[in-house]
Structures are given as structure tokens and as C-alpha cells.
């Protein structure tokens, strides 16, 4: 099973940027579907971007089209995410996830659709 390292996470002011990482390890030569996701205090687990690790092919929730971008370090098992126009919304722990990917393109991000998880790093926005 593939084991994820996020880093990155911190405090910054709204209109500010980080940039997280994912280190991932124990690849078994297959190709995945990344993806970023968050949990707010009493909110579900969302869905924040995702990667296709053959084709590069991302997506995006609506929330962050725009100001986020998902990208991999093929060389490195590196998956990033740039966080740019930091909202206070924009608040949560955020976690890395994989999953091995089908013969298609990668599904939905959702939950469900990762069976391998970070332990998340904290992002935190003030006005």
C-alpha cells in the first residue's frame, strides 16, 4: 500500500499562498489517482483537486478553480498542491490521497474512491 507524507501546511493571512506536498512511497510500478482534500471543524471530508499520475490530467472543485493547482514530481513521488488567493474558507486540515487507477481516467474525487491516506498537514487563513 502506498504511504503519504503532506508538509506545508501553516497560518497566513487571507489573500496569501502555500504550497503543500505529498510525498508519496511504496509504489508498486502502477500509475494512481492523486487527490487533495479537506475537512473544516463539523464538515465533511471534500474533495479539493485531483491528478492522474500517467496523464497528468487534473480537476477541480468549483471552490478553488482558478486559485489552486494540483502537480506531480514524477522523479520525486511528489504531488503538490498551490494555494493562491487564500480565503478564511479556505481553512481546514487538508490531506493527501492515492488510489490505483482504473483503465480510464480517475473517477470523482471523492472519499470513497482513495484507499490510501496522509496524515493531513493544517492550513489556517485569517482576515
Known amino acids: 500500500q502506498v504511504q503519504l507524507v503532506e508538509s506545508g501546511g501553516g497560518s497566513v493571512q487571507a489573500g496569501g499562498s502555500l504550497r503543500l506536498s505529498c510525498a508519496a512511497s511504496?509504489?508498486?510500478?502502477?500509475?494512481?489517482?492523486m487527490g487533495w482534500f479537506r475537512q473544516a471543524p463539523g464538515n465533511k471530508r471534500e474533495g479539493v483537486a485531483g491528478i492522474h499520475t500517467r496523464t497528468g490530467s487534473t480537476s477541480y472543485a468549483d471552490s478553488v478553480k482558478g486559485r489552486f493547482t494540483i502537480s506531480q514530481d514524477n522523479a520525486k513521488n511528489t504531488m503538490y498542491l498551490q494555494m493562491n488567493s487564500l480565503k478564511p474558507e479556505d481553512s481546514a486540515m487538508y490531506y493527501c490521497?492515492?488510489?490505483?487507477?482504473?483503465?480510464?481516467?480517475?473517477?470523482?474525487?471523492?472519499?470513497?474512491?482513495?484507499?490510501?491516506w496522509g496524515q493531513g498537514t493544517q492550513v489556517t487563513v485569517s482576515s
Open positions: 490521497a492515492a488510489n490505483p487507477a482504473p483503465l480510464g481516467p480517475c473517477p470523482t474525487v471523492v472519499p470513497g474512491s482513495f484507499a490510501s
Open positions: 511504496g509504489y508498486t510500478g502502477r500509475h494512481y489517482c
